[in-house]
């Protein structure tokens, strides 16, 4: 439009001024080797004009074809996008309703021509590992790494997760290593390092980001409570099978003032050094974790159960906590402490006292465990109750041989239809 108005105005000009000029100032001479052009100045501006409009015509049809060339190429790529859009929409929707090959297909055939084409090839990569095709999973990554780059945190986490579904535990325990250094607050990061260190048994690198794990609130705090003591007992359990007793307590005396102050760790360190038959050991962390433990009735009767099975040389210091206790106990709480006390007078040879706790166990009905009419019973033969010990036994056996048969219900009863054979021929 602007070049039209501009060849209008100069015509317009050369027109009006042409005249005037042309009378007053002579003509215009174009002088060459061979020709000599003589014309007025309004030829000149006339020319000038037309030879502009050509130009300008050569130039609007050159723009036109490549526009037209352009737009074609436009056409043919929205084109191929929308279609890669809608074939990627019902790929997820076939990825969803668990028809895997199907999706893998929609959603990589045309992933290069998508939005996001990096997260189309990760969920082909995806779909095709859920259908058991490893080589296709791992090309579908490897095109998604090439779009995406090395760094891209999004391809990395895809990798790995599809790593831990391929059972490749040392393969996805090094991917995330690495996507730790990346970023240690991304969640889904997080969540991937629980399971794979979870898997591979790695309790040291799993308890190193537990307050990452805590601080990004991925757990409820009942599932990060399990999840602790998971990542506590295993850290035990290796010391104790790797390094035995001495190694157990050496890493013990490493721990933070927190995890030493922990009454879960310390109730499981006195049931693994039992089990290493270091009872005086034990003893010194049961009488600690015993004074703490009365607010976590849970930790109070698990403690109660280990300090059965202690044998220390001199346990007096624990017997007076352990009966004072007892004194004061609740119903809930009575029959595990006193059951503790029995034990505890028994190796000290006191079936006097022995008898006396045993028959506070024994008239806890709700709380028996399957050992304590055999103890009781052993107890009272012992101190001379030879007739209660035969009469508890005698309980016991009743009481296991009572087989409560229920009425039968004459709704079920079958009708007897004298007829029934005759029908059926």
Not at 345 to 353: E, I, L, M, Q, S
Request: glycine content about 4%; proline content about 2%; some cysteine.
């Amino acid at each position: 439009m602007f070049r039209t108005l501009f060849l209008m105005l100069v015509l317009l000009a050369g027109l009006i001024a042409g005249p005037y000029l042309s009378g007053k100032q002579g003509y215009v001479l174009i002088e060459t080797t061979s020709y000599n052009i003589e014309m007025s100045i309004t030829t000149l501006v006339v020319f000038f004009v037309l030879a502009m409009a050509i130009i300008y015509g050569i130039e609007w049809i050159v723009t036109r074809f490549f526009r037209l060339s352009s737009d074609t190429y436009g056409w043919f790529s929205r084109r191929k996008r929308v279609k890669a859009q809608k074939q990627t929409l019902e790929g997820l929707m076939r990825m969803n309703e668990g028809d895997y090959s199907k999706a893998e297909k929609l959603i990589g055939k045309n992933a290069k021509h998508s939005d996001e084409p990096v997260l189309n090839f990760i969920k082909a990569a995806e779909a095709a590992q859920q259908r058991g095709d490893e080589f296709s999973a791992n090309g579908y990554l490897i095109q998604a790494t090439e779009l995406a780059g090395t760094d891209n945190l999004l391809v990395e986490i895809a990798r790995t997760r599809i790593l831990l579904q391929q059972n490749k535990l040392p393969a996805a325990r090094s991917s995330i290593d690495s996507l730790l250094v990346m970023t240690q607050r991304n969640k889904e990061v997080l969540k991937l390092a629980v399971e794979i260190y979870q898997k591979s048994n790695a309790f040291q690198a799993l308890a190193n980001i537990l307050d990452q794990v805590e601080n990004a609130a991925l757990y409820t705090a009942a599932d990060f409570t399990t999840l602790q003591h998971q990542v506590e007992d295993g850290l035990m359990d290796e010391k104790m099978n790797e390094e035995g007793v001495d190694g157990l307590l050496t890493w013990w005396e490493a721990q933070t003032r927190k995890r030493r102050n922990d009454l879960y760790i310390k109730v499981g360190l006195v049931r693994r050094l039992i089990d290493c038959n270091d009872h005086e050991s034990a003893y010194e962390l049961a009488i600690e974790a015993f004074k703490k433990s009365e607010a976590v009735p849970a930790l109070n009767q698990e403690l109660c159960r280990q300090i059965a099975r202690l044998q220390p040389t001199d346990n007096s210091k624990l017997l007076k906590l352990v009966a004072k206790r007892a004194r004061q106990a609740n119903d809930s709480q009575c029959c595990c402490l006193n059951r503790a006390l029995g034990y505890l007078h028994v190796r000290n040879g006191d079936f006097a006292n022995a008898a006396d706790a045993f028959k506070k166990v024994i008239a806890c009905e709700d709380h028996l465990e399957p050992n304590d009419i055999t103890m009781a019973a052993y107890v009272f033969e012992q101190h001379g109750d030879a007739e209660l010990a035969r009469k508890i036994r005698e309980d016991s056996l009743k009481s296991a041989m009572d087989l409560k048969i229920a009425p039968a219900d004459d709704n079920l009863k079958t009708e007897q239809k004298p007829t029934a054979l005759l029908a059926q021929k």
